[in-house]
Structure formats: C-alpha cells, structure tokens
C-alpha cells in the first residue's frame, strides 16, 4: 500500500527529507507539557533517522506524562536540566504552532539553528527554515507517517505503534472532526504493519489512578444544569484537587444528552478558582473565558476567578448564556 | 474506491444477493434486546433493498433504545405487538447467532420460512437457508456494506451513516480485538460517501441522561480495590438503580492502570444482587459467572448472588483470585 496525503506538497516532503539527510546529529523537540502526539512522533522520529544513521535525540522542557512509558524509547527522553550543557545548530520542532512554545529548549540552540517545522497546527507561524505544515492533517504524528513513505523509510511494528498513538490522541481515537478518511487508512496501513490497536487504545485509555477516577466522581457528584439542560458545571475543592490530575472530569458534562457546554471549577486554592469549559461543535467557550482574562480554542478554554464557588460559578453561568446559541 | 473483505465468499455474497432481488416485501430483525449494530444495520437494508424496490420492514421483539433515533428511517422500525399479525415466508436476520435468540418474531415467521442469516458472531449456528457469516468481519454493518457494493448498489449519507454507526458500536470506536485493518478502511470510505465522523461519534457516546451520568459518579464512589490493584469493585444500591441504565458504569474499574477485573455489584431486591463483571484481554470472567450460576462471555459475564453487599462481594472477590493469571 501506497498511501499519500493530499495536503503534503512533494516539494516540502524533498525539503524536509534533505534537511534530515544533511545531519549525523539532529535535536527533536515539541512544546511545553507535550502531549501524545508529540511524545510518539519525537520517538518514531528517532528510530527513523536510525535507518539512515543520524542520531536523534527527544529533549523537552518537562519530563511526559509517564502513560506514555509503553512506547519504545520513552526513556531516552529527556527534560532539560542544568546539565543538558551544549548548543546546538539544528532541530526538528514537532506539533508546535510557533518557536518560543519551546519553552527552554530554545535556550539549547544557537540563534542562526536550522530547524525543520512539523505540525498540522491551523495558527502555525512557519518559523522553520523548512515547513512541512499542514492543518489537513490530523495529527504531527501522521505527517510523519507520509514523510517516512515519502523517503522510503521502512515503518516496522515499533515505529507503527508510535505512530498511531500518536494518531489516536490527536484524534480523540478518530473522533473529533479533524480526522479525515485518510486518518483512518493511516491506521489501517499501521495496524498490517503491526500496530495493536486493541492494547493502544487500552494503554493511552484506561491508564488512570485509582485517585484520578475517584475524581471524576467527585466532580460528577457535585454537577448542577443550568439553562434548562444547556449547561453543566462541576466543582472540586482544593482539598480534593490534591488527589491527581483531575483534567479528565471536566468532559463527563458533555456525556449528557442537550449539554452544549460544560465547565469544571477547580479550587486552586482558598477563594481562587482555575475554571476549564468545553463545549460542543456550535459554542465558542474562548470568547467567554476572554470576557474573564483567559482564552484558548473554541471547544476547550480556561480562565480564573476569585470569590466563593457561587459567586464564581454564577458569574461563568451568566456569561455563558450570551454565547449559547 | 473499491473495498472487498478477505473474509466472504463470493459464493455466500451471490446467494445473498439472490435471495434479496427474489422478494418483494422483507421482515427485517435481529435478536432481543439489540444494539446499535442490529438497528443500523436493519436501517441500512431497508434503505438499499428499496434501491431495486423490495419493501423491507424492521420488526423486533422490543422497543429499541432512544439512543438511536437519530438514524435515519428510526420511526419506521416496529416492536412486536398483538396487532402484528399475518405469517411471513421470509426473514434477514441480522447480528443474531441462531434463530431462537429473535425471541417473538419467530411467532410471526412460518415454518418453512426462507431466512437470510448475516452475522459475524464465531458461533453462530448457520441456521439460515443462506449464510452470510464470518467472525473475522468487525460487525454486521460491515457484512452489509461488503454485500452493498457486491451487489452493485448505491452507499449515500444516510446508509453512510447507518452502516458506520454499527461499525463503531461494535468496534467499540475502533478499540476492540475484532477490529481489522478492513474495518478501519470501511470506514473511511464510509466518510467519503458522507458519514459525519464526529457527529455519529458524539450521538454515539454522548447521549447519557443526567440521572445516568449521576448513576457513574455514585459507582465510582462506591469503588474499591482488592488483590493489590487487580480487581476493582463498584456497588448501587436498590434506590440508587431506580435513577437509570447503570450498565455504563461497571467499565470505569478498568479505566484504573493495573486492574485486571471489574465487577458492579446491583441490587436488584433488597438482598439480591446481579453481578456484571467486565476483564481485560487475559482474564476469563464468564468462569467465575460459571461458579455462581451465571454466564456470558470471556471478557464480559454476569451472575445474581443473593446476601448482604459484603457477604457478596466477599464471595467474587474470592472466586476472581482462581482466574487472575
């Protein structure tokens, strides 16, 4: 099987391939609090590069989530330290929308460093010296799925697994819209080259904490609606939040049937809370977390508030009914 | 882009479509108690049998669940009733492993009646007059979708829709075991004909009721850990059931990084219990459901125990440390 992305141009895949023929050495990178995508594509890069005797080698400003510890080279990832000593004059920056989203990797680098931009970011800034971007393409991950057929590299079982984790979590395991049919032949063509999908899926899914999942019922106990079943919001205290991530909870409003928004408020301390919305296709949440001096996408956006959880959760409550449709 | 399965014969296709163009009306059904993949697919026949105007009719034992009415032709599908009458002379009988499992249909059936048997369930009983049966085909859809372009017929957006909603409802979102390469394939061609991925997917999984949603959060309250993390177990007492489905929520044990079992503990009665165990890949619950009356599969079983909450689930508890590996 031959499969092609139609949003690649050859002309940046040649590109792209003669940059990373150019070196013996090459830094490989992504941005802070990396996350799945760019966790498996900066180690499917590696063993890529080891094909035609290049050494990559992943760097990040903070040590990955360690649910990521299945895939093969995890740990030989390392987080910048004091010890991290040396500049270097080239990098490949993965899924990162523009260079100082670095963090302090950028410290790594000379000023004149070429670097090679991947990313399937629709805001990226194409601050490489060469742009392999794209935001028709799902995930960094299954860029680099074409750029490896491009040049003929080979995809064996280890460097299949990587990239379709990556794949999965980009795509909320082909769910969200920006996956295309050619996402899902990616994955098709990944699994006949020895992807498990089953234990992936299981690996990147059911890998909480006992205290993580107690979590989401703690926020799922504390759920009220509002606006006649338009909206969800949940709580935790700071109390509670003590107990791990409690970033997955804020998505079970969004399980309810009629729910358009949901929002999480998570005591970040006394009387100071961090409140996480998501929202369904039709409502953009970053204009109501800009109206509280916070922001981000459409579908996910955060800001924070002072008060008591009721002055703080009617403020949120109001405004939200302005942007619902 | 044309997509054959590995899997089926052109033989049991030709039959197949032999069968369909002989008729003029068709009953439609599948087992008692069925799911999406049963109901879609249903849909998805009638709408191509009407292609070369066959009448087909969707009859089931029961009432389908809500969840679904967002397919297409959802309103038209019938449970059997008193007014039911007359005895047809043939039946597709989709998802259904043998031919007792269409509970009451069966009344309506003769019994020298011409059944077109499509499955993909590994003991099904080949009970048809013709066979369209492989257990190395992801679900039903699929079979439907492989005899649509056999036969030559059209796949618009709606049979799109149906036929990937089956698809994913027993893939489980593309993440079980039985998923193939092909199932993965299928589905892309199943967007580019106009499948909504995204919105089949959130009617799919987000459809709970608030009381439903409620219903998780007081399991995962209730959860404990035995056997050094491997067993998880969760319990509703009499009142809490009387909210809604709780079926959901027996699977968020495994969600825990190292549990290997899960069981929810349902009290049906005061002081009876039914128990739904769910396993990861290597543990076999249908033998511990064995052991206490009750049945169901390797990865997924139940029972009923009668006792006070402790005594039963002291009772699993015990019985699940023989099968962990």
């Known amino acids: 099987m031959s499969l092609t992305s139609p949003d690649l141009s050859s002309a940046d895949l040649e590109?792209?391939?003669?940059?990373?023929?150019?070196?013996?050495?090459?830094?490989?990178?992504?941005?802070?609090?990396?996350?799945?995508?760019g966790i498996a594509g900066g180690l499917a890069m590696v063993g890529l590069l080891r094909q035609f005797g290049v050494r990559g080698r992943v760097l990040l400003q903070d040590v990955p989530a360690d649910g990521y510890a299945y895939l093969e080279g995890w740990d030989d990832i390392d987080a910048v330290t004091e010890t991290t000593v040396g500049q270097r004059g080239n990098a490949?920056?993965?899924?990162?929308?523009?260079?100082?989203?670095?963090g302090n990797v950028l410290e790594?680098?000379?000023?004149?460093?070429?670097?090679?931009?991947?990313?399937?970011?629709?805001?990226?800034?194409?601050?490489?010296a060469i742009n392999l971007v794209s935001a028709g393409v799902c995930s960094t991950c299954e860029m680099i799925y074409h750029l490896a057929l491009f040049?003929?590299?080979?995809?064996?079982?280890?460097?299949?697994?990587?990239?379709?984790?990556?794949?999965?979590?980009?795509?909320?395991?082909?769910?969200?819209?920006l996956t295309t049919p050619t996402s899902l032949e990616v994955g098709a063509d990944l699994v006949r080259r020895g992807a498990r999908l089953d234990?992936?899926?299981?690996?990147?899914?059911?890998?909480?904490?006992?205290?993580?999942v107690k979590l989401i019922g703690r926020a799922i106990d504390s759920m009220l609606l509002h606006h006649e079943g338009r909206v969800a919001t949940m709580s935790l205290t700071h109390e509670q939040m003590q107990q791990g991530d409690s970033e997955a909870a804020v998505n079970y409003?969004?399980?309810?049937?009629?729910?358009?928004?949901?929002?999480?408020?998570?005591e970040e301390s006394a009387g100071h809370y961090r409140i996480s919305m998501?929202?369904?296709?039709?409502?953009?949440?970053?204009?109501?977390?800009?109206?509280?001096?916070?922001?981000?996408h459409s579908r996910a956006a955060g800001a924070r508030q002072d008060g008591s959880l009721e002055e703080v959760r009617n403020r949120i409550v109001a405004?939200?009914?302005?942007?619902?449709p």
């Open 15 to 37: 590109a792209a391939a003669t940059f990373l023929r150019a070196h013996s050495e090459v830094l490989i990178t992504s941005h802070v609090n990396t996350d799945g995508d």
């Open 92 to 102: 490949i920056v993965l899924d990162c929308p523009n260079y100082t989203r670095i």
């Open 108 to 128: 790594l680098l000379t000023a004149d460093a070429v670097v090679l931009n991947v990313d399937h970011h629709h805001d990226n800034e194409r601050f490489g």
């Open 151 to 177: 040049m003929g590299l080979e995809i064996g079982p280890t460097i299949a697994e990587q990239l379709y984790t990556g794949i999965l979590f980009d795509t909320g395991g082909f769910r969200y819209s």
């Open 199 to 212: 234990l992936i899926a299981d690996r990147l899914y059911n890998n909480s904490t006992y205290a993580e």
């Open 253 to 266: 409003g969004l399980r309810i049937k009629g729910v358009e928004v949901t929002a999480l408020f998570k």
């Open 278 to 296: 998501r929202s369904r296709a039709d409502v953009d949440v970053s204009a109501v977390a800009g109206m509280f001096g916070g922001g981000g």
């Open 319 to 324: 405004a939200l009914e302005q942007v619902l």
